[in-house]
T-cell receptor, first 113, second 116 residues
Framework: GAVVSQHPSWVICKSGTSVKIECRSL??????MFWYRQFPKQSLMLMAT?????????EQGVEKDKFLINHASLTLSTLTVTSAHPEDSSFYIC?????????FGPGTRLTVL | AQKITQTQPGMFVQEKEAVTLDCTYD???????LFWYKQPSSGEMIFLIY??????QNATEGRYSLNFQKARKSANLVISASQLGDSAMYFC?????????????FGTGTSLTVIP
C-alpha cells in the first residue's frame, strides 16, 4: 500500500492566492521529508528539506518566504505556496526516506491562472 | 559536476525486446545507494530497483536488473521483455552517505517508448 500521501492531487488557483499542499507519511514516523518540484519534461528538483520541529533547509534559489514549509509532526509536512503566480505552476512531490528506501508521494499538480 | 548523468533523452524499443538505459554517477563517498524510478504520465514515481554501493551482486527485480560497474561508476538499468506498459520516463538517482537527511540526486531522465 501507499507509504506517502499528498493532498490535494491537483489544484487550480488564481494568481495572488496561497495554496497549501499536505504530505503525510502513512507507514512510519519521518523526521525528515523532502519537497521537489518538477516542470514538464524535466527532472525533479529538490526545493527544500523539511525537518520535524525545526526550520526547513532550502536549496539555493528557492525563496523561503514564498514556499513556506511546516513540519509540525512526524507524519505531516506542509508546503504553502504564497501569493502564487503562473510561473509557480508545476508538479510538486514530497518524499521521505526509510533506511535504504526512498518513497515519493503521488504529487500535486498546481496550476495558477 | 553532475551527480547523476543520463545521456539518453529518449529511447525506443520493440515490444518483447530488452533495453538498457544508461546512468553514470559521481561521488567521492564510499557508502551510497543507486535507485531507478519509473514515472508514467500520471506523475507518480514508481520505485523499480535499488543497488547499494557495498552490494557485490547486481540487483534484480523481476524484469528489471541493474548492471552495476563500480569502477566505471555506472548503474545501467536493463529491462527485459519490454511491454507496452513500460513506456514512461525513467530516472536514475543516487543518495550519498547513511544520514537519513541526505538528499537524493536525480538524473535528467530517459523517455522510453515501447513499440508494438
Amino acid at each position: 500500500g501507499a507509504v506517502v500521501s499528498q493532498h490535494p492531487s491537483w489544484v487550480i488557483c488564481k494568481s495572488g492566492t496561497s495554496v497549501k499542499i499536505e504530505c503525510r507519511s502513512l507507514d512510519f514516523q519521518a523526521t525528515t521529508m523532502f519537497w521537489y518540484r518538477q516542470f514538464p519534461k524535466q527532472s525533479l528538483m529538490l526545493m527544500a528539506t523539511s525537518n520535524e520541529g525545526s526550520k526547513a533547509t532550502y536549496e539555493q534559489g528557492v525563496e523561503k518566504d514564498k514556499f513556506l514549509i511546516n513540519h509540525a509532526s512526524l507524519t505531516l509536512s506542509t508546503l504553502t505556496v504564497t501569493s502564487a503566480h503562473p510561473e509557480d505552476s508545476s508538479f510538486y512531490i514530497c518524499s521521505l526516506r526509510r533506511v535504504n528506501e526512498q518513497f515519493f508521494g503521488p504529487g500535486t499538480r498546481l496550476t495558477v491562472l | 559536476a553532475q551527480k547523476i548523468t543520463q545521456t539518453q533523452p529518449g529511447m525506443f524499443v520493440q515490444e518483447k525486446e530488452a533495453v538498457t538505459l544508461d546512468c553514470t554517477y559521481d561521488t567521492s563517498d564510499q557508502s551510497y545507494g543507486l535507485f531507478w524510478y519509473k514515472q508514467p504520465s500520471s506523475g507518480e514515481m514508481i520505485f523499480l530497483i535499488y543497488q547499494g554501493s557495498y552490494d557485490e551482486q547486481n540487483a534484480t527485480e523481476g524484469r528489471y536488473s541493474l548492471n552495476f560497474q563500480k569502477a566505471r561508476k555506472s548503474a545501467n538499468l536493463v529491462i527485459s521483455a519490454s511491454q507496452l506498459g513500460d513506456s514512461a520516463m525513467y530516472f536514475c538517482a543516487m543518495r550519498e552517505g547513511r544520514n537519513t537527511g541526505n538528499q537524493f540526486y536525480f538524473g535528467t531522465g530517459t523517455s522510453l517508448t515501447v513499440i508494438p
